[in-house]
């Protein structure tokens, strides 16, 4: 796809990043064709569809021609925009490892008009992708420290994809820990892939839900409530935020409470996004478009904004 | 096709076009391929429409205006560009207020095929244009064209565009071009500048298509005095001009004052109508739609002009980001006045008064940075 050589041009460091990650896994460097209309969405097919939950679902897709796809590229955090016939696009973040699936993979929890109607789709059906798009997670600052990994909700889904890409790697990294919270605890998606990260050596997952069960072990209480259970040591811990912004803004206060520096604090981000190339205007926090500089930000670089109600 | 072949040296100098022999301009221009836009008298406002005859100008118009107030009024004697600005800038014409991006059809089998819209651009010249416009102009094209990802519909205008600005001796009671930088005398971005005097037009060109056009006119070399005339009256039009805002970097100030009590007293007069958004010549925001045909087989999918004060603009799953008057004006002022040097380098305000004048219940840019601004 066009996008992958664009978004090279469009963001320096996160082209770079999944730059090489492309180079490493096709040994060869990405195509650089210009880009030709950032509004066109290209044909894909829904090869398999996985409900998760009560509502939310995983679509794996292959792009319809076919030397599209392999010459499709993604980091991990960085999203599609998906679009239903008839109806609109919607940006979700794909949750494949970008060296290790061939097919990409996006969870979708159906909350809208246009994410309803993806949901009434099964395998077989088409729908449009144009991606990928926006500033991933930032892989080459993660190499060699340790990795603290916070989400909430939902929010869990754009950080798979790395969590994944350093589980694959896992010698490459210090110690990570992944901390979980959902409202609900029938809300937890995925168990068995948080036990199977559980397994691999230097690695923590824990768990908390707003409103527990009877089958419920964790944290009882938000995800915050899980920090007297950790020591991450500051200047080699990166910490990964993913969630509410309300979540995330408390979880930045006890990450500072802790000795973490905002520059090492990475949020994903989420605005309204329509065009997911800078140009609707949507998704603009400050002097930032999220679709485009994010949505992944050092905590540096959006503080004393971030948190500011309605902004 | 217009003519944009660099055969001859460019024109650097000064020349006279006599009133009398304005109409050739017009008649240049069609001949060249140009369809001519220019001011004209609709509504109760002056509005860029097509215009062929020199009788179709406002002349013997000017503008009053104030917060909230657009009237125009006889007195400028003889002259057609006695006026400050209507409410449509050059963005109309570039970024339109709506069209297709992209047809998807689906066929029996379920598969869908993307056709993009074909950039249609006809060559349009515009007569009339404001310093401030230009400099709008040029905010625009840096969103909309210069960067990785330009937008196609948008490059393919402003390509085929011809401008013919008019340096501005009118500013209206709205206007605080000074203050940003941006006027009223228009010092790039034009193929063609006019000034102009009792008895015609100083012409400059501005580009190589500019001095082709000026060739081909019935022009005399301008006289010391003329060119002075012309001076002294952009540098009145410069003095009377009543409104400032409080510098031209106000970034750092306002977004170190999101909790001003100030967003709030602006909430309680603001209307949340847009009408600012949509008359500003920077405000690039859109939102996209999809038309599906009766018959189910084709979707159209458009765009259309936004605004951060509508409820819709900043909706996520779960409600607005920005559910409130206060929040939705915060954004505008801090995005236009402050987010817009991390942007594109500057703010996007151009001083052009438009926000003042259209909104209806005159709410002042100017004066609610100075409030928020103030210590």
Known sequence: MAARAASAAAVASPGARSESISRKKRGRSVQTEPWVNPHLPHEAEIVERIDESEHVFTLKLRLANPAQHAAYRFAPGQFNMLYLYGVGEVPISIVSDPEHDDLLDHTIRRVGRVTDGIAALKAGDRLGVRGPYGRGWPLDALEGKDVLIVTGGLGCAPSVSVIQYMMRRRARFGAVTILQGVKHYNDLLWRARYEAWAAMPRTRVLFSADTGGPLWPWHIGPVTGLFEHIEPEPGRTLALLCGPEGMMAATVRALRGLGLADSAIWLSLERSMHCAVGQCGHCQFGGKFVCKDGPVFACSEIAPLFSVKGL | ?375
């Open chain 2, 1 to 375: 096709m217009p003519v944009r072949v660099d055969i001859e040296a460019p024109v650097t100098e000064t020349r006279f076009l006599p009133r009398a022999d304005l109409q050739r301009l017009l008649d240049v221009l069609a001949e060249a391929g140009y369809e001519c836009i220019g001011p004209r008298v609709r509504d109760g406002a002056i509005v860029y429409d097509p215009v062929t005859r020199v009788s179709e100008l406002p002349h013997g118009v000017t503008d009053r205006q104030g917060p909230g107030e657009y009237r125009l009024q006889a007195g400028a004697g003889g002259r057609c560009f006695a006026w400050a600005n209507g409410p449509q800038a050059l963005k109309p014409l570039l970024f339109t207020p709506q069209e297709s991006l992209w047809t998807v059809r689906r066929d029996a089998q379920g598969r869908l095929a993307f056709i993009p819209a074909p950039p249609v651009a006809r060559p349009v010249a515009v007569l009339g244009v404001r310093a401030c416009d230009l400099a709008a102009l040029r905010l625009q094209d840096a969103h909309f064209r210069d960067g990785p990802r330009p937008d196609p519909a948008y490059s393919a205008r402003r390509d085929a565009l011809f401008l013919i600005a008019v340096h501005c001796t009118h500013p209206a009671a709205t206007c605080f071009c000074v203050s940003t930088g941006d006027g009223p005398r228009a010092d790039f971005g034009y193929d063609l500048a006019l000034s102009e005097l009792d008895d015609g037009f100083l012409v400059e060109a501005g580009s190589v298509a500019g001095g082709v056009i000026l060739r081909r006119l019935p022009t005399v070399e301008a006289t010391t005095d003329q060119r002075q005339v012309a001076a002294r009256e952009i540098e009145s039009g410069a003095r009377a001009q009543q409104r400032a805002l409080p510098g031209t970097d106000l970034r750092d100030t306002l977004f170190g004052r999101l909790e001003h009590p100030r967003w709030e007293e602006v909430a309680q007069r603001c209307l949340s109508c847009a009408n600012c958004t949509s008359v500003c010549p920077t405000c690039f925001c859109y939102s996209e739609h999809d038309v599906p045909s009766l018959d189910g087989t084709e979707s159209t999918h458009t765009r259309q002009w936004d605004s951060c004060f509508t409820f819709g603009h900043s909706y996520i799953h779960g409600g607005a980001v920005r559910g409130g008057t206060r929040e939705r004006y915060r954004q505008w002022l801090t995005h236009k006045l402050g987010g817009w040097h991390d942007q594109y380098g500057r703010s996007g305000c151009v001083g052009c008064g438009r926000c003042i004048t259209w909104c209806p219940v005159g709410i002042d840019i100017t004066e609610e940075a100075r409030a928020v601004c103030a210590d």
